[in-house]
């Protein structure tokens, strides 16, 4: 099961500093994908299986400088799997993905291979990972919204079942009653987790700070001012009087 601390990270918003834009659609990086799995799971309870690579296709051209190059297509399809503190496989995810090389010198045929393969399997990663929730990007199918849209689970979690007290109701039956508790005994992991998270909202207070000093535009700032809620709480005030602050230099 997961831990009430690996839940109520799954159930936050994702920090809009790890989304990217490109082409006007926001998305994750599988790097930024990886080190949070690594943060949540930690280092060895996650790991991914290539189950096949497909060459699509393979050309010969021109590239905008008239010099002969090769173009790439492949078909990669990825497992992810997770597991528990104890190592127990709590889920496994699989899904597939496509990815281009394309003007590539045409000496360079096997590094164009390596790249189309590299862009489809990242691919796929993310795809898996989006199953995890918001913090892997799932809100971001939302038109790119950065605010919770899982928001919450019927499947308590293990602490939760583990202090749930027996309740005698009529006749003989005997019902468990689940009270979802905000305080629990961390283990030496969840605790080392909390200060690694700890550890990364001062990053995510400095990176704030200067997203709001260097916004060039009113609607730079009204993006943030919708996404405060998604800052550190005890940034979220500090946040509320900079945006207008900065407005109003903006606006003069």
């Known amino acids: 099961m997961l831990t009430t601390t690996q839940t109520e990270q799954l ?12 082409d ?4 994750m990086e599988a790097f930024d994908i990886r080190a949070h799995l690594i943060r949540i ?3 060895a309870n996650w790991d991914t299986r290539i189950t096949e690579t497909v060459l699509i296709y393979e050309d010969f051209g021109k590239n905008s400088r008239g010099r002969d190059s090769v173009n790439v297509a492949y078909r ?8 528990d503190e104890d190592g127990n496989k709590l889920a496994r995810y699989g899904d597939v993905a496509t990815g281009e090389s394309r003007g590539m010198p045409a000496t360079k045929r096997g590094d164009a291979h390596d790249m189309a393969m590299k862009t489809a399997s990242s691919q796929a990663l993310k ?31 293990a602490s939760d079942k583990a202090e749930a007290p027996e309740v005698e109701v009529k006749g003989s039956e005997q019902l468990r009653e689940t009270e979802i508790t905000e305080s629990t005994t961390p283990s030496s992991t969840s605790v080392s987790a909390a200060e690694s998270f700890e550890e990364a909202d001062t990053e995510v207070q400095a990176q704030w700070h200067a997203a709001v000093e260097q916004a060039e535009t009113i609607e730079a700032l009204r993006k943030m001012w919708g996404d405060i809620n998604n800052a550190p ?20």
């Open 11 to 22: 159930l936050k918003g994702v920090n809009p500093s790890r989304v990217k834009i490109l």
């Open 24 to 27: 006007g659609l926001s998305h």
């Open 41 to 43: 799971f930690g280092f």
């Open 76 to 83: 990669v399809g990825i497992e992810l799997t997770v597991r």
């Open 127 to 157: 795809r898996c990972a989006i199953n995890l929730g918001d913090q892997f990007g799932l809100s971001l199918y939302n038109q790119g919204s950065t605010q919770p849209f899982v928001r919450g689970t019927l499947v308590a979690v």
């Open 233 to 252: 709480a005890g940034l979220q005030a500090e946040l509320r009087e900079l945006i207008p602050a900065r407005a109003k230099e903006l606006a003069a």
